[in-house]
């Protein structure tokens, strides 16, 4: 049996470090009583903590498993579960087994408009504000084995340079494991233009490079780690004021990464403004979106958004030996 879940942790976290009591249920398996039990599924088996939260029961039909970690559907043939727990004497097999979390890669595209130079009620800049999240974040040793890329946008006050996709799906630091690619990037941050690029916000080009680059990064997998997850992390400070600004259109780029093969999402972190092109951006990408105004503590908001997409992208899977009987 496959089981997945979402876990709410980094790639390097030991997720269920107890033991996960699951009864087995095979379609036809063995009953307690020594007679042949068909089509059953298992009960609710009770909460379990992942990540500090708790799972709800599922349900399931026949031999089919729920999809949240607190149970399992219980129920005959393809009776729906009634969410009743199973009793211990019920109980003919368990197995104890840990989840190996899936890793993931992201791509930073992050907003060095000229707008990223006004301040927060911290006294600092937005854009040092921001650069100082994600370079907590890349050092942090919880995060190894996550994958991180970065480029930035606009790239000057060329306006047909701004606009042009192919300026952001070469990254000023590919894709690559932490904690190896933390010097990179944390130097690229250094090293960036930021609001002295004096540019406008380009974000139709830069998230069409931005997605780019990042399936084709997913499709380079495919043969060689096609589990691993490619995300796309769109970190701006407002609306789109250059080249294409119809936020439909901007929206249309994310959905069909998304459902291309293989897909990629697309997450929004938005500053000051723009909550609905964030919201309407990642949800046609499959995302999430995060507003953070400047009386907010920036770095630790920006931060924490990041914790919060990377925990909601890492799946992860475990295999349940087959009884055999």
């Known amino acids: ?48 903590s992942s990540g500090g939260q708790t799972g709800s029961a599922g349900t399931g039909s026949g031999g089919t498993p729920g999809d949240q970690l607190g149970g399992l559907g219980n129920g005959t043939g393809n009776t729906p579960s ?20 899936v890793p993931v890669d992201m791509y930073i595209m992050l907003d060095q408009s000229a707008s990223m130079a006004e301040m927060t009620s911290g006294g600092r800049t937005r854009w040092a504000a921001v650069t100082e999240a994600i370079s907590s974040f890349v050092a942090d040793p919880r995060a190894a084995g996550i994958g991180v890329g970065i480029d930035y946008f606009g790239i000057g006050i060329d306006e047909t340079a701004n606009c042009v996709a192919s300026n952001y799906s ?8 932490l904690p190896g690619n933390s010097g990179a990037l944390t130097t690229s941050l ?7 690029s004096g540019s406008l916000t380009p974000t139709y080009a830069a998230l069409d490079g931005a997605l780019q680059y990042a399936t084709q990064h997913a499709m380079s997998l495919q043969t060689s780690d096609p589990t691993r997850e490619t995300f796309v992390v769109l970190a701006t400070d407002g609306f789109p ?54 009386t907010d503590d920036v770095t630790q908001k920006f931060l924490d958004a990041m914790l919060s997409i990377t925990a909601s992208t890492i799946p992860c899977f475990y295999d349940l030996p087959r009884d055999s009987d």
């Open 82 to 101: 009634n969410n009743q727990p199973i009793m211990a004497a019920e109980v003919c097999a368990t197995i104890t087994a840990d989840a190996a979390p």
């Open 241 to 294: 004021t250059q080249c294409d600004v119809n936020l439909p259109d901007i929206a249309g780029l994310a959905h069909t990464a998304l459902t291309a093969t293989p897909s990629v999402q697309t997450h929004v972190i938005a500053l000051k403004e723009g909550e609905a092109n964030a919201r309407a951006i990642a949800e046609a990408g499959g995302g999430k979106s995060f507003v953070i105004n400047d």
């Open 1 to 48: 049996m496959r089981r997945h879940i979402q876990t709410p942790s980094f790639a390097s976290m030991k997720v269920l470090q107890a033991a996960l009591l699951i009864p087995v249920a095979l379609g036809a398996v063995q009953g307690c009583g020594g007679d042949k039990a068909t089509g059953s599924s298992i009960g609710t088996v009770g909460s379990h």
């Open 190 to 196: 250094g090293n960036a233009l930021g609001p002295n």
């Open 170 to 177: 070469n990254p000023d630091v590919p894709i690559a494991a």
